[in-house]
């Protein structure tokens, strides 16, 4: 238990569906992220939040829509997605401070897409 | 791309020192080492951090050269559940990003 949560743990969508993965952390932290694990390819940063602004946004489809309602959730609206968009996608927080930036990970939503 | 190198895979005995190693020869001064593991389909874990001191924790010892160019994640003691990726990531202070590569895979042989 790293105290972020993930939901749902799998989901298996078609192109033409729209759903929601959705992120909670426990820590207390300020800063969260969503990462995509495709099969055998090192983790992608897809968005970053800090005290709910957007900081980083590394050239995402606009297929995937990030939301931070606070600073405990995080939120990725998919819709039309590709067979391609299949992968793990892992979310994480942290609390930066200079050079220390402990990330801690949830266990991800393996999704699948038809 | 990532700023680190790390070979593709090592295997090690139960009970003996897994030792991995990473290049950065690109490091700039305000670049610290961050070494974490994803064990199969989990979220990756946090395991060090340095600069430019060799570090311990509970969990494993990072020694970083003196000209910050390369560093060797120690697990003393290894056991089957240290058999994971590991990654090495450069990480600029007062940034948020971090970029992995495509770590070692790190097999511990009973």
């Known amino acids: 238990e790293t105290g972020v949560t993930q939901t749902p743990r799998h989901l298996v969508m078609g192109m033409t569906n729209k759903k929601s993965l959705k992120c909670e952390q426990h820590l207390g932290h300020n800063a969260m992220y969503w990462y995509k694990q495709s099969a055998k390819k090192p983790l992608e940063l897809m968005f970053v939040y800090s005290l709910e602004e957007r900081v980083e946004n590394n050239s995402v489809p606009s297929r995937f829509s990030p939301e931070c309602p606070n600073s405990s959730h995080l939120f990725l609206h998919l819709h039309t997605l590709q067979p391609e968009d299949s992968a793990l996608y892992l979310c994480?927080?942290?609390?930066?401070?200079?050079?220390?930036?402990?990330?801690?990970f949830g266990p991800g939503t393996r999704l699948t897409v038809l | 791309d990532a700023k680190t190198t790390q070979p593709p895979s090592m295997d090690c005995a139960e009970g003996r020192a897994a030792n991995l190693p990473c290049n950065h020869s690109?490091?700039?001064?305000?670049?610290?080492v961050y070494w974490y593991r994803q064990i199969h389909s989990q979220g990756p874990q946090y395991i060090i951090h340095g600069l430019k001191n060799n570090e311990t924790n509970e969990m494993a010892s990072l020694i970083i050269t003196e000209d910050r160019k390369s560093s060797t994640l120690i697990l003393p003691h290894a056991t089957l559940r240290d058999t994971a990726v590991y990654y090495c990531?450069?990480?600029?202070?007062?940034?948020?990003?971090?970029?992995f590569g495509t770590g070692t895979r790190l097999k511990v042989l009973a």
């Open positions: 990531i450069v990480f600029t202070s007062g940034t948020y990003k971090y970029i």
């Open positions: 994480a927080s942290s609390q930066p401070s200079g050079g220390l930036n402990e990330q801690f």
């Open positions: 690109t490091i700039s001064g305000n670049e610290y």
